[in-house]
């Protein structure tokens, strides 16, 4: 969560600072990576069902591309499909991955401790994101261009995801 969480921010600074785009604008446009985070979420379930690891690996390798290519692409030059397209891609393994997290947490949790493990996986994913924007934030703060910067920043905590992604064992 610290890097897909974080892609949210980054995106709204570029289409209303760089693109000049209102908040409504901006609302709007995000109708195509929540789209894609649902057609992640129902691909991750399908993932998840023969292999956890796979689903992490799977997800977060789509995000990485995504979030990586808009990182080297992202100047107010941009077509908005590539844009978008972009913005699709990373979203769709943002939806595989945290369907992928959420299982990961709670297999072989007994079924009278599912909703503790849950709330867990959920606080972890919100303390995820909240410090994984602060630094990022942090680090794009005097930067010409604080959204490239951010993506390229996300792209390395879904890479570091990815090596953690490895050490999840293959049978449950």
Do not use: H, K
């Amino acid at each position: 969560m610290a890097g897909f969480g974080a892609s949210a921010y980054f995106l709204t600074l570029y289409l209303q600072n760089v693109r000049g785009l209102s908040a409504m604008q901006t609302g709007l446009a995000f109708v195509v990576p929540c789209v894609a985070v649902l057609i992640g979420t129902q691909v991750g379930g399908r993932l998840a069902t023969s292999s956890l690891r796979r689903a992490m690996l799977v997800g977060q390798g789509i995000g990485l591309v995504g979030t990586l290519v808009l990182a080297l692409t992202l100047t107010d030059s941009i077509g908005w499909i590539a844009l978008l397209a972009l913005a699709f891609v990373f979203s769709v393994g943002q939806g595989i991955t945290f369907t992928a997290m959420f299982a990961t947490a709670s297999t072989g949790a007994a079924d009278d401790e599912q909703g503790t493990v849950g709330g867990i996986a959920t606080t972890g994913q919100q303390l995820g994101g909240a410090i994984g924007l602060a630094v990022l934030v942090s680090l794009t703060a005097s930067t010409q261009s604080p959204a490239a910067v951010g993506f390229a920043g996300i792209s390395a905590i879904i890479a570091i995801g990815i090596i953690v992604a490895t050490r999840i064992p293959t049978q449950r």
